[in-house]
């Protein structure tokens, strides 16, 4: 039978042992600490320093102790913290902003994340979290300790591979239109092999004029471009515009002409549908065609009588070259009925009473001013 107090020292021993982490199974290495400074309209009343990451995320044991093979170490040691937890939080940030943030990025912390443009390989990394309250137009600029070798990615949506990579770029700096309610992560990654050290981070947050960056909408007959998040270009569109496209954009709204007419436009406002490179029939030689990766503007002509005659004027006021295209449907993969790769102009005589559709596509991309006219005899 045991001794009252010699049990209760026994108890008492086993305890402090317990608390003060004992069994020899290492050392506890503390979380990754950082530090936050915000300046301008967001600041507050003063610069914020602050733990990285805004959360506590508890103790770390490297699992690297002395334990002898009867001792179950491992049921003692918790995982190491991610770097996705580990994420400094540079929170909500608001026009006028500026934030400035050091971290530390240690080999030994290993590598969590893989970005797309790290083409060595990936090494450690760190990782910033933050938000916006409407768009804005972000500027990053890494500063990186000496030696140190790496890329920033940013994700929306998730830290993890489940993350929407907005841009991977080996450079310094890096603009970005950021929308409102998304949580971004920005990933500063050392190439494998690479040195680590102490990174800076300052981010500079001014209001968008549009968001997202590269959208389009209509604005009565023209399209409108958001353009880098800083300006908003307009272009003009042949027969107007709706649900963000220029009609005369695609098959499916193309431009009808039932008499003869004349388009006038900006060829910045279409995209590229077509490519007739592949088709000998699309050629004025027979052979395989050039090419077309300008853009396109589709034309329906719809009821064409056998012996009415067509012509196509895509050469006055417009220095591009040109693939005009009669399709009997809306695919390329069909082929031509009739096709001119040279000259910019087309003579069709209707052999079949239908519908066809003319493509006139740019042989390059382009930015001009276009007019083309369409002729239908009688």
């Known amino acids: 039978m045991w001794n009252r107090p010699i ?3 026994f108890w008492g021993l086993l305890l402090v042992l317990g608390l003060g982490g004992g069994w020899g199974c290492g050392e506890d290495t503390e979380g990754r600490k950082g530090r936050v400074v915000l300046v301008g309209e967001g600041a507050g009343d003063g610069n914020t320093w602050g733990d990285a990451g805004g959360e506590e995320v508890g103790e ?9 093979a009867e001792q179950a170490c491992g049921e003692d040691v918790e995982e190491p913290v991610s770097s996705c937890r580990r994420a400094v939080d540079l929170g909500l940030l608001v026009a006028g902003q500026a934030v400035w943030s050091e971290v530390e990025v240690r080999d030994d912390e290993g590598s969590w994340l893989e970005t797309g443009c790290a083409a060595d390989g990936s090494g450690a990394e760190a990782v910033f979290r933050l938000q916006v309250g409407e768009p804005m137009r972000l500027s990053f600029e890494v500063v990186e300790a000496e030696g140190f070798d790496g890329v920033m990615e940013l994700r929306a949506g998730a830290c993890g591979q489940a993350g929407e990579v907005q841009f991977c770029s080996d450079g310094e700096s ?7 309610g998304v949580e971004y992560f920005l990933v500063v990654e050392s190439r494998s092999g690479g040195e680590v050290g102490t990174l800076g981070l300052r981010v ?6 549009c968001a997202p960056a ?25 027969g107007g515009c709706e649900e963000g496209m220029c009609l005369g954009d695609r098959c499916e709204n193309a431009l009808e002409v039932k008499a003869s007419a004349t388009f006038v436009g900006q060829t910045a406002g279409y995209s590229n549908a077509f490519d007739f490179s592949e088709q000998p029939s699309c050629s004025s030689s027979g052979a395989v065609g050039m090419r077309t990766a300008g853009q396109d503007v589709v034309f329906a002509l719809p009821d064409l009588r056998a012996g009415q005659t067509v012509f196509v004027d895509a050469l006055t006021r417009d220095v591009n070259d040109n693939v005009i295209a009669v399709l009997n449907s809306c695919n390329v993969q069909a082929g031509c009925v009739a096709a001119s790769s040279s000259g910019d102009q087309l003579v069709w005589e209707v052999v079949e009473d239908g519908d066809y559709y003319v493509v006139i596509d740019k042989t390059t991309a382009t930015a001009r001013d276009f007019q083309y006219r369409i002729e239908i005899n009688p």
């Open 214 to 238: 590269g959208a389009w909408r209509c604005e009565e007959a023209s399209r409108v471009q958001c353009f880098g998040g800083v300006e908003e270009r307009i272009f003009a569109c042949a």
């Open 174 to 180: 890096q603009v970005f239109v950021a929308e409102a």
């Open 204 to 209: 500079q947050a001014e209001r968008a004029v």
């Open 7 to 9: 049990e209760s020292a």
């Open 60 to 68: 770390v044991r490297d699992g690297e102790g002395d334990c002898d």
